[in-house]
């Protein structure tokens, strides 16, 4: 390198020894005195005759070929430094900065503006040194160096905040730490400490350590509201629940003798006869009745709670009525004929004879109301054993009425008979109810017996009514209808009885406190009095329409049977 400077500084010297001016044979210099004496200029030397100014330039113009040459050389020396940089910019530009500032120090030359360099005539070409710049390989760029508007990676301007940036120490409107309670806040007491857990319900609500009525808002003193549906019924530090259903039930067909009937047009209605039809009785249709069950309770401690059903069932009714001459169908009242021993019947229609009309109804009604308390057997996350036990009440009501009035030309006779029974159960009750449950969805299986006394009460009563239909003829009123005669009156006795039930229930939580189900209820009492079973068909028709004595038939005899309701439970329920 050092003799690659030293060539390029001798070449610089030459190029500026061959790049003095010519200076003009016909330039003068006037001194103001005289003749105008010629003088030489850069080049020329004083006293020298023109042959050898001449001789000198020629000496000259070898040396500037000689440059010329030299300069060749230089041009390739210049390039062969190029190269080099090149070579030093892509391996040491960062390591050795001072090596480019030795070269430029060893080329004074070459740093010189380009217009105080010589210019090297030769042949009409002109050449301009290389400078360092010039030196530098393409794309060339100084350590440091940024292009307009450079950004390292990851700048941000000042100010600037990412997208869901949050400072240190932010916390959103409502936001509560973890265990986070309320001033006057106080834990509700469930028990859960003991052997439930978070999926127990009942006793141990919930969730454990805070009782679920109270999470929702009891009282100030749990952090709600004093004036919540679970302060009203006093459910703020104990569990409880309020269960409302709606029971859409079937009661079973009651039984009965025939009561009414019917045949083809001049045909007699009586039972047994071809054309013969019974259109009620034998066998009252139960249809499907509505009805509602409440069931309300709470918890008087971990494993104790106390609570109320009360169910009813709406009228569960089947009647039929009919009339007309006869001219299409004839209707009777049939009965068994004591006195012939054979079936009979009082014709309602017949045509061409009698014209009437005739009107059947049967109803039952049912309620009931239970006080009971409850036992934790046993609970786990995911079931439940509670043992149940207390009283049970009720009430099975029976109603059957038939009023029929047969007119013929002579005379209108009219008979009314009232068959009443009701039934009162009091006694006590014991069962299991298990809970079993799954996220949000839980099944409840409640299978308990009633057992006790059953109060059977039996009310028959009838009249009938006969009128001659001529001007002043009196019209009779006795005490007896059809079916009622010397049976009449009221009966009581009581018997014991047991009335076991199911109901099973499939439901779901939408809500911490709400829960909707849906299930199925069988309801068995062994023992009741009914109003159809209870019905004499037998009677002598020689005492119709008469105040007595009456015949032995119809006999009361206290009859009682059997009696199931069954049906769908959808229920709502607000669960503590």
Same mark, same amino acid.
């Given at each position: 390198?050092?003799?690659?400077?030293?060539?390029?500084?001798?070449?610089?010297?030459?190029?500026?020894?061959?790049?003095?001016?010519?200076?003009?044979?016909?330039?003068?210099?006037?001194?103001?005195?005289?003749?105008?004496?010629?003088?030489?200029?850069?080049?020329?030397?004083?006293?020298?005759?023109?042959?050898?100014?001449?001789?000198?330039?020629?000496?000259?113009?070898?040396?500037?070929?000689?440059?010329?040459?030299?300069?060749?050389?230089?041009?390739?020396?210049?390039?062969?430094?190029?190269?080099?940089?090149?070579?030093?910019?892509?391996?040491?530009?960062?390591?050795?900065?001072?090596?480019?500032?030795?070269?430029?120090?060893?080329?004074?030359?070459?740093?010189?503006?380009?217009?105080?360099q010589p210019q090297i005539i030769g042949q009409g070409v002109q050449y301009e040194p290389v400078s360092v710049q010039q030196l530098q390989p393409a794309g060339y760029q100084p350590a440091g160096y940024q292009p307009a508007g450079y950004q390292p990676a990851g700048y941000q301007p000042v100010g600037y905040q990412p997208v869901g940036y949050q400072p %240190? !120490? =932010? $916390? #959103? &409107? *409502? +936001? /509560?730490? %973890? !265990? =986070? $309670? #309320? &001033? *006057? +806040? /106080?834990?509700?007491?469930?028990?859960?400490?003991?052997?439930?857990?978070?999926?127990?319900?009942?006793?141990?609500?919930?969730?454990?350590?805070?009782?679920?009525?109270?999470?929702?808002?009891?009282?100030?003193?749990?952090?709600g509201s004093s004036k919540s549906f679970a302060s009203m019924f006093g459910l703020c530090t104990t569990d409880g629940w309020c269960r409302h259903e709606a029971l859409l039930w079937f009661v079973e067909n009651r039984e009965s003798p025939a009561l009414v009937t019917t045949a083809a047009r001049g045909d007699l209605p009586i039972v047994g006869f071809p054309?013969?039809?019974?259109?009620?009785?034998?066998?009252?249709?139960?249809?499907?009745?509505?009805?509602?069950?409440?069931?309300?309770?709470?918890?008087?401690?971990?494993?104790?709670?106390?609570?109320?059903?009360?169910?009813?069932?709406?009228?569960?009714?089947?009647?039929?009525?009919?009339?007309?001459?006869?001219?299409?169908?004839?209707?009777?009242?049939?009965?068994?004929?004591?006195?012939?021993?054979?079936?009979?019947?009082?014709?309602?229609?017949?045509?061409?004879?009698?014209?009437?009309?005739?009107?059947?109804?049967?109803?039952?009604?049912?309620?009931?109301?239970?006080?009971?308390?409850?036992?934790?057997?046993?609970?786990?996350?995911?079931?439940?054993?509670?043992?149940?036990?207390?009283y049970s009440y009720f009430q099975v009501d029976d109603t059957l009425r038939i009023t029929s009035t047969s007119q013929t030309s002579t005379s209108a006779r009219t008979f009314s008979d009232l068959f009443e029974t009701e039934n009162r159960f009091n006694g006590g009750q014991v069962g299991l109810e298990t809970i079993i449950k799954r996220g949000r969805w839980?099944?409840?299986?409640?299978?308990?017996?009633?057992?006790?006394?059953?109060?059977?009460?039996?009310?028959?009563?009838?009249?009938?009514?006969?009128?001659?239909?001529?001007?002043?003829?009196?019209?009779?009123?006795?005490?007896?209808?059809?079916?009622?005669?010397?049976?009449?009156?009221?009966?009581?006795?009581?018997?014991?009885?047991?009335?076991?039930?199911?109901?099973?229930?499939?439901?779901?939580?939408?809500?911490?406190?709400?829960?909707?189900?849906?299930?199925?209820?069988?309801?068995?009492?062994?023992?009741?009095?009914?109003?159809?079973?209870?019905?004499?068909?037998?009677?002598?028709?020689?005492?119709?329409?008469?105040?007595?004595?009456?015949?032995?038939?119809?006999?009361?005899?206290?009859?009682?049977?059997?009696?199931?309701?069954?049906?769908?439970?959808?229920?709502?329920?607000?669960?503590?």
């Open positions: 390198m050092k003799k690659t400077f030293r060539g390029l500084t001798l070449a610089a010297a030459l190029l500026t020894a061959s790049g003095s001016a010519n200076a003009d044979e016909n330039a003068t210099v006037y001194d103001g005195d005289g003749p105008v004496t010629p003088v030489a200029f850069v080049g020329d030397m004083a006293n020298h005759s023109e042959d050898a100014y001449f001789a000198e330039n020629a000496a000259v113009a070898e040396q500037a070929a000689e440059a010329i040459s030299q300069t060749s050389h230089v041009t390739r020396a210049a390039e062969e430094l190029r190269h080099h940089e090149r070579q030093l910019n892509s391996t040491a530009h960062q390591q050795k900065p001072a090596a480019r500032q030795h070269i430029a120090q060893q080329m004074p030359m070459m740093q010189q503006p380009a217009a105080q %240190v !120490g =932010y $916390q #959103p &409107v *409502g +936001y /509560q730490p %973890v !265990g =986070y $309670q #309320p &001033v *006057g +806040y /106080q834990q509700c007491d469930t028990g859960c400490a003991s052997a439930c857990d978070a999926g127990c319900t009942g006793g141990c609500g919930p969730t454990c350590g805070l009782d679920s009525g109270c999470d929702s808002g009891c009282d100030s003193a749990y952090g054309t013969t039809q019974t259109v009620f009785g034998d066998n009252i249709e139960g249809d499907m009745s509505v009805g509602y069950r409440l069931d309300i309770g709470r918890y008087v401690d971990d494993n104790i709670g106390i609570g109320a059903r009360f169910w009813w069932l709406s009228e569960n009714k089947d009647d039929y009525a009919a009339g007309g001459d006869g001219s299409l169908i004839s209707i009777g009242r049939p009965y068994y004929n004591d006195d012939l021993n054979l079936n009979d019947a009082v014709v309602v229609a017949l045509n061409g004879f009698v014209e009437g009309n005739v009107e059947a109804e049967s109803s039952i009604d049912m309620l009931a109301a239970e006080a009971y308390a409850r036992l934790n057997l046993s609970c786990s996350k995911s079931c439940q054993l509670d043992l149940v036990g207390g839980f099944a409840r299986s409640l299978t308990k017996v009633h057992l006790g006394d059953m109060e059977q009460n039996v009310r028959i009563a009838g009249r009938s009514v006969e009128d001659f239909l001529t001007p002043n003829a009196p019209v009779i009123v006795s005490n007896s209808g059809m079916l009622t005669m010397g049976n009449q009156g009221e009966f009581e006795r009581n018997v014991f009885t047991f009335v076991p039930e199911i109901n099973f229930k499939l439901g779901y939580r939408f809500r911490d406190h709400v829960e909707m189900t849906v299930g199925y209820s069988f309801l068995y009492f062994d023992r009741v009095a009914l109003a159809g079973v209870n019905v004499d068909p037998a009677i002598d028709p020689a005492f119709l329409n008469t105040n007595g004595p009456f015949p032995q038939r119809p006999a009361f005899d206290f009859n009682d049977t059997s009696l199931w309701a069954q049906g769908v439970d959808l229920g709502f329920a607000i669960a503590y």
